[in-house]
C-alpha cells in the first residue's frame, strides 16, 4: 500500500529535549516536506527536500533540522524543543515538487511542556 | 508572496443543503496551481483536487465542484446535497514554485453537516 508514515503520532515531552519525529514514505517520491498545523493557521511549511541530500527552509524553519539521507526517509528533528512548538506535524510527498498532488502522513501531535 | 484567504471559519448546514467554501488567493506569478484538501475528524489530510492556473474550466467529481476564476483570484469548492460524511476542515493551497517553496494553504473552513 503507498503511503507515507510517521512516528510517534504522539509525543508529550519537555522543554529541552531534543527529538526525532521520523518520516518515511514508499513510493519513490522525490520530494518531501514537513508543516505544521495550528489552529487559524493552516498548515506551515517547515522544511522540504527536492532530492537526497537536498534540503531547503519553507517558512517557519526556526528550531528544526532535517536530513535526507535516503530518499524514503525525512527526519525531522527538535534539538532543542520549546514549548512554542507543540502543534500537529505532517510529513508530505510528492512525486516532484510542489506542483505536484501531495501525500500526507497521518499527523504526529506534539504536546512540549 | 503568495496568500491564501478563506473567510469563512466555520459553516453549519443541514443535511442535503448545497454548501459553497470560499477561497481567495493572492500571486503575482502566472504560473500557479491551486488545491483543496479535505481533513474530516480523523486527522488525516484528502487531496480533492488540483488546478493550474491556465485551466479556468470548471470541474464536477460527483456532489462536489470548483469554480476557478481568476478575474476574481478565486477557487471555490461547493458540495451538493451535503452529506454528514461530508463534515470536515477544508484547506485551500496554492502553490506557485514547483522547486519546493511557496506552497500556501488557507487557514481552513470547518464545515459541520447537520443530521
Redesign the interface.
Known sequence: EAQVTQNPRYLITVTGKKLTVTCSQNMNHE?M?W?RQDP??????IY???NVEVT?K??VPEGYKVSRKEKRNFPLILESPSPNQTS?Y?C?SSV?????????G??TRLTVL | AQKVTQAQTEISVVEKEDVTLDCVYETRDTTYYLFWYKQPPSGELVFLIRRNSFDEQNEISGRYSWNFQKSTSSFNFTITASQVVDSAVYFCALSADNYGQNFVFGPGTRLSVLP
Open positions: 520530494y516536506s508543516y487559524g493557521l493552516g498548515l506551515r511549511q522540504y527536500s527536492m531547503d519553507g517558512d500537529l505532517f508530505a516532484t515538487g510542489n506542483y505536484n498532488e501531495q501525500f500526507f497521518p499527523g
